[in-house]
């Protein structure tokens, strides 16, 4: 029989932060717990930043990717604004302080009411990707008493720019989003009518694309198709950037992508202002979820590890097939049978506590015999994470941790069961 001291590590690889930090976390906050690192994040706006010299360029952070308002401050204090892709994320960048001029807004099939609700936060810079949305937003621009006034406030004083989210098949294929070039004419035709400009064009890679090739290669003919906007301002250029979750494999080079785009849009000779708005290449890294062994059982060679948390805490790799890292370590001193060898992997499925059929967290990681008490982290849960999170088999959702300057913070509550009964009508008689 063998001891384990406490928080023995079994795989040191890339924690990022102590095993006695993680530990100490899970004590005071529970588990599971999403922990988010401050410096990291800080790091990864300052690289990205730095990479593109273009001087007219503003970033934008895309908060689809995560909506905590301590993070969405965390880029309005590095001189970051907002890319919203709904209303919604408009409201909770108004809430962490951002000011209607440093939101852009890119998104979909919004209905009239929402029509509205934008154009009364005065949002600066609005994309659309349909005709459709382009000629919505002019009606409502015009029509509704209170777009009116702040039309005279606003649009001309403050220069609201309206653009086009471009489809280009030949460079992403068949997309339901965008205006194809062809539209252009009937789209300033639109807003001409109504005594508006449009002034820029939005195009958007792809989501998670690593190989920078695919960005720089269309450069120009994103550029090109830019130029047929008469009225040609700014330059949106997504969105899409990837993040290395294998972490050894090839990572988005910002410095080419930078250096690429800035040599263009200089060349041009036009002033064109750029808008870069990353989402998950800038937030993807800052964050870390922990969770519990709670079971371990054995099918022949394979290991299933049973975890305190679920796919509805983290819907990423098992439901849209993406991969997040798993390290682990002992959390508990445990009396139990030796070990093959302290540190021999076994392929192991980490699963979540439910028993649907995708509740994994992980499938064939190569992981150390574990044991009920020990201890996972996933890595690289700040983008796509907590936000695409669910009450899907009813599971309260975890807390979030903020570390910063050598303390840690809570940012967000962990859930109890009485969230489920959020909005259901309770007291209805029975009909009969
Ligand atoms: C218009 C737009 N911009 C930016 C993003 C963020 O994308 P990513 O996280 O891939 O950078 C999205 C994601 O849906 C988007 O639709």
Not at 207 to 225: C, H, K, M
Request: net charge negative.
């Amino acid at each position: 029989m063998a001891r384990l001291e406490k928080s023995e590590q079994l795989i040191s690889s890339s924690l990022p932060f102590s095993w006695e930090q993680a530990q100490e976390l899970v004590n005071i906050y529970g588990s599971p717990l999403y922990v988010y690192q401050s410096d990291r994040l800080r790091e990864t706006i300052e690289r990205i930043t730095k990479a593109i010299n273009y001087p007219r360029t503003q970033f934008r952070f895309a908060s689809v990717t995560n909506g905590n308002i301590a993070l969405l401050k965390i880029f309005r204090s590095a001189g970051w604004g907002l890319h919203a892709n709904s209303p919604g994320d408009i409201y909770l960048g108004l809430q962490a302080g951002f000011e209607p001029s440093e939101i852009v807004y890119s998104g979909s099939n919004l209905n009239r009411a929402e029509m509205v609700q934008v154009l009364n936060w005065g949002v600066a810079i609005l994309n659309f990707d349909s005709l459709a949305q382009l000629r919505l937003c002019c009606e409502v621009f015009f029509d509704h008493a209170e777009a009116q006034r702040r039309r005279e406030e606003s649009c001309r004083e403050k220069g609201v720019r309206l653009g086009l989210r471009v489809n280009l098949p030949e460079v992403t294929g068949d997309s339901r989003i965008g205006v194809r070039s062809e539209e252009f004419g009937e789209a300033i035709a639109l807003t001409g009518e109504v005594g508006l400009k449009l002034s820029g064009l939005h195009f958007y890679r792809g989501t998670g694309t690593n190989a920078t090739t695919a960005f720089t290669e269309v450069i120009d003919t994103v550029i090109a198709t830019a130029q047929q906007l008469p009225d040609w301002e700014y330059l949106d250029f997504g969105g899409g950037f990837g993040y290395p979750y294998h972490h050894s494999k090839a990572a988005f080079d910002w410095e080419m992508f930078g250096a690429e785009l800035t040599e263009r849009i200089t060349r041009l000779g036009r002033g064109i202002d750029l808008i870069i708005e990353p989402g998950r290449a800038a937030v993807a890294s800052c964050a870390t979820l922990l969770a519990e062994v709670v079971s371990v059982k054995w099918q022949g060679e394979k290991q299933i590890v049973g975890v305190d948390t679920t796919v509805a805490n983290l819907s990423v790799p098992s439901v849209h097939g993406g991969y997040r890292e798993i390290v682990t370590w002992k959390k508990f001193p445990i009396l139990h049978s030796p070990l093959p060898t302290p540190h021999s992997l076994f392929t192991t499925d980490v699963c979540g506590n439910t028993t649907y059929s995708r509740d994994y967290l992980g499938k064939n990681c190569q992981l150390p015999a574990l044991e009920i008490g020990d201890a996972i982290a996933i890595l690289d849960v700040g983008a796509y994470g907590y936000a695409m999170s669910s009450h899907f088999l009813h599971r309260p959702k975890p807390a979030e941790v903020l570390l910063e300057n050598g303390t840690h913070r809570l940012i967000r509550q962990r859930e109890d069961y009485s969230v489920l009964l959020t909005n259901q009508v309770l007291d209805i008689s029975p009909p009969f």
